[in-house]
Every structure is written in C-alpha cells, then in structure tokens.
C-alpha cells in the first residue's frame, strides 16, 4: 500500500480513503500487540539478567554495575550507529530479526545456565546485546509508525502504545519475581525467549514500511555509514525544534537518573517504608501512566502538540516535588509517595506521547531512524552521566537534595519546552 498524500485523498472518494485509513490503523495493532509483548520480555530480561548475577554468579556491587553500563552503553552506541542501517531497510523485517535475536540470546543464556557454563562476562555481554537489539527494534518500530500511520492518527496511536507499554511493564514486574522463583532460571529465560518470539508472531502479514532510497555512492562501506550517521546528527542539530527536544531529552534523562540513584535509598532509609508498602505505592504509578495516556490526546487538541510535551514535563515536576516533601513514614509521607507516582507517570506519559510525535512528523522519512537514534544516544549517556553525578551528589549532601536536584532539571526541561514548542502543534483527525 504506498503512503497516503493529498493528492492521493482528493481523488478517492471519502468512503474510500476512510477504509484505507481503518486498515492502517488495524495494522498499527499488530504493531501494538508486538510491542507489548516484547516489552514484556525486555522488562523480564532486566530483571532476570541481574537475578542471574546475584543468585547464581554472587556478583559484587562492581559487577552489578557493570550490567548496567553494558545494558545502557550499548543502547547509546547502537542508537548512534544503528539508525543509518535501519533508515535502508525495511522497518518490518528489522522488528522480526531483533525479536528472533533477543530469543536467542535469552535462550543461550538458559542453556548457559542448565549447562552451569554461565559466568560473569557472557552476561555482560548478554546484557549488551539485549540493550542493543532492544534499541533497535525501537527504532524501527517508531519509524514504521511514521511511515505507515497518517500524521492526524500518531498522537493516538503514541498513546495507546503507551498503554500497552505500561500495561506490560506492570505485568512483567508483578510475574517476574514468581516466575523466577516458581520455574527456576532456565525455565524463566526460556519464557522471556517466547515472548519474543510471540511478538514476532505478531507481526505476521504486518505491511512493509520500505527502505529510505539511497543514492548509488563509491567508497568503503564504514565511510558512507559514518556519512549516513553524520546526515541525521546534522539534521538534528540544524532544526531548532529537533536541538530542543534534544536539550529536553538530554534534561529528562539526567533528571530520572539523578533521582534514581537517591530514591529508594530515600524512601527506605531516611522515611523508613517497607518493601511490602513500597510495593503498594509504586503500583500506583501504573494508574497514572494510563490517566496520562488518556488525557494526551485531549491536551494535544486543546494546548497542541508543544504545549502539552510542556504540561507533560510540568506535571513531572510536580509529582517529584513530592518525593522530598515526604518526612518519616505515615499516612502524609504515603500521600506525598502515590501523589509522586500518579502525577509524575501522567505527565512522563504525556510528555512521552508528544515528544515521540514530534519527532516523527518533524524529520523527513529517510532519516527517521538516525534521527530517533541520535536522541536515544544522547539520552542514553545523560542517563550514565547523571547516574554517577547523582552518586556523587548524594554522597556528598544527602539523597533529599538530590531528590531537589532531580526536580530542578525537570522544570527547567518544562520551560524550555514552553517557551520553544508554544508554536508547535501535532497533526490532529
């Protein structure tokens, strides 16, 4: 089915083109279905991998550092390198190839296990393949969406991908534990395998998203990846629209990692909660990752696309303020807790949903992947960098003040999106 145009709509007739369109976004669920499932895996992954290190390998703190540093660098390298390779490709078939992958390194990994051949630097190097892989069918996935969705149905599908995300999340978090527990490693890694592999039975009869043309070019084949690469970091940094959300991503991901690092230390130590009533608390976040996703698409009507990434990031804001606020573990400080999750994962979401949308319609199809993975990239090491400043920090002044450190960079984040992105409004049906 070749994209839609104006052109294209003024010669169907209206009974015509809204078939069309009904067919695209019921391809769009398969991509849906794909990706909730194979979010579920990736979420099982991040939590078997480093139960694999503490249960069965006795990893040191250094070493479970380690898994960290593999998980996120290799996202912030395939990002930056991957995205020429994908913008030539077809979206579809990358999907396919990095869910088969990720099976079966999931599943080496059970095999490793069963075989009591498992040690420290294959898992390592697990952690990185699956990173990387993860990344990649992100990419493809997003610039599937921007190719194969009409720009007027993004902003819905971006939240309703949102929902089955979070829907995933919870569900993996919530199972993960029991499934580890109840089958045992090998048979955990063997389930996080399936569900890979479910998503790319997903994907089945799915529409090709085609390959960016490339022009026919001379020279070895590193120089014209590391030209591609160029392209789409150039692109990026040429288009103010696209150099703000990545100061504002750059922002986010420096804000989350810097409070990540203090915040269960906070509400452990310092407020004194239980892991049973921490449990109950951050399952609220859950409710407000689905409030969020139900509001995007009514904010982006009203305010546009640019000011409701701003409301988005605002309500980030607010909700972390709370975190610090909180003083010892009663009723008020519980309050403050869930007013934390549910504010602060509807507006992540929001801002999610936006800023996914922007970025789809702002960049010209055969750089959509670059594009993305620049960002990622640039995330990605805001995430490192802030995690080990946030050590520092937290180290050095207490995890409160981090906590309000954390809250400065997202409101920062919220103003600079208001002031840059008033302008800018999402396609709407």
Known sequence: MPPLSPARLLHNPPATFRAEMGNRFQDFHRVLAAESVSNFGAMLSRLAIPWLATLTLAATPLQMGWLLVADVLAGAVGGLLLGAWIDARGKRRVMLVTDVLRAAVLAGLGALAWLQQLNLPLLVAAAAANGLLTVAFEMARSAWMAQRIADANLTRANAQLAVGTSLSETLAFALGG??????????????????????????????????????????????????????????????????LLAVIEVLGALAMSLGGTSYMIFVTRELGFSTGEQGLIFATGGLGALLGASLAVRLGRRLGGGMAMAAGLALCALGAACTP??????????????????????????????????????????????????????????????????????????????LWGMVALMGLAAVLAWRGLAAVRSPQP
């Open 178 to 243: 029991w499934l580890y527990q109840g089958l045992g490693a090998v048979l955990a890694l063997l389930v996080d395998a399936l569900s890979y592999l479910a998503s790319a039975l997903c994907l089945r009869g799915l529409p090709e998203a085609p390959a960016a043309a490339q022009a026919a070019r001379e020279g070895p084949v590193w120089r014209q990846w590391r030209d591609d690469t160029a392209a789409g970091l150039a692109l990026l940094w040429s288009d103010s629209r696209l150099r």
């Open 325 to 402: 606020l909180a003083v010892g573990a009663g009723l008020m400080a519980a309050a403050l807790l869930v007013t934390q999750q549910v504010v602060g994962d509807a507006g992540q979401t929001v801002h999610q949903i936006h800023e996914r949308t922007l970025r789809q319609t702002l960049v010209p199809e055969g750089l959509l992947a670059r594009v993305d993975g620049g960002l990622r990239s640039l995330g990605q090491g805001a995430t490192l960098a802030g995690a080990l400043g946030g050590g520092m920090l937290a180290s050095a002044w207490g995890t409160r003040l981090a």
